[in-house]
């Protein structure tokens, strides 16, 4: 009998299609105001069981997330004896009773080339409290080898520490008096150097490569956290600087110095391509990217050859 439909014209059939189409609106809008007026279609025994068992695993879940959390806290039972902060281990503080977070700290302020003059400097370690360090303060031995010496010409000429008598791991470092050459140090020398590390060894020789040496102790405060206080402990000495061929460098040459950047390179490519050679750095003056500040930094390692 469906076959029938297509012996309609057009518009019989369009007319039809309208039909059906406005008959399943309405059978909608009927389903839709029972469910609105409270009405509910019959539902089998097996889709109640199933509605009631996830209505009761949800409260059981919602039970279960408002009961405290458990967390596991590691207990460990301070055993109190002698030690040195300038040589226990982490497993060392841990059992003393200190948190895992101090004996970190500790660490930390050792490898940066920080030591423990006095079980009063132990006191002001970060996180460590007033009880804890009243508690501690009894059983902290510090070595003779980390304690300052008397400030005399005798004790000057030597170093406090002999790398071959100390532990392994610690750095022995300098005495006050002693003075370093801050061009020829290698990052063995300067981490004996009281206030630096590892870390910064390593960034003041990356620095003066990228310079081609210093020129002044007081370079070393363009490095970030290196302290003036720290310059007592150098000097240079006349070096002959890796100077910067102004007029043959390239433009990755140029930018690469501490001193110079993507603009001030650009502005010397631009110059040599219109006008040549610049022959002195009173021509880097007329450049207006270039300050009279840098200028007078830079003097020393430009060459114009």
């Known amino acids: 009998m469906w076959k029938d439909f297509f012996y309609f014209t057009k518009s019989e059939r369009r007319a039809v299609l309208v039909l059906l189409a406005l008959l399943a609106v309405l059978s909608g809008g009927n389903l839709w105001l029972r469910m609105r007026q409270g009405e509910t279609l019959p539902l089998s025994a097996s889709d109640n069981g199933r509605i009631d068992s996830f ?6 879940k919602r039970r279960v997330g408002k009961q405290p959390r458990q967390t596991y806290q ?11 902060p300038n040589t226990a281990d982490s497993a060392t503080l841990r059992s003393l009773g200190l948190s895992a977070f101090i004996a970190r700290n500790v660490v930390k302020y050792r490898e ?8 009063e400097s132990f006191s002001r370690m970060y996180g460590l409290k007033p009880e804890q360090y009243e508690e501690l303060k009894p059983y902290i031995r510090i070595h003779e080898r980390f304690v300052l010496p008397e400030r005399d010409t005798a004790l000057r000429e030597e170093p406090v520490l002999s790398r071959d008598s100390l532990p392994y791991g610690v750095i022995g470092k300098y005495p006050e008096g002693t003075v370093v050459n801050l061009n020829e140090a290698d990052t063995a020398a300067l981490k004996r150097v009281p206030g630096i590390g590892s870390g910064l060894a390593r960034m003041i020789v990356a620095y003066r490569n990228r310079l081609g040496g210093f020129y002044a102790v007081s370079q070393l405060q363009e490095i970030p956290y290196i302290d003036a206080s720290v310059n007592r402990w150098f000097k240079v000495e006349s070096v002959r600087l890796r100077q910067l061929e102004v007029n043959r460098a390239s433009l990755d040459r140029l930018r690469s110095h501490p001193y110079m950047n993507f603009y001030k390179a650009k502005a010397i490519m631009e110059y040599r391509r219109k006008r040549g050679k610049l022959k002195g750095i009173s021509q880097l003056a007329l450049l207006e990217e270039f300050s009279e500040d840098d200028l007078e930094r830079l003097k020393p390692y430009l060459s114009f050859e």
């Open 112 to 119: 940066r080339g920080g030591v423990f003059r006095t079980p």
């Open 55 to 60: 209505l009761v695993s949800v409260e059981e």
């Open 74 to 84: 590691p207990v460990v039972s301070a055993v109190l004896r002698p030690f040195d």
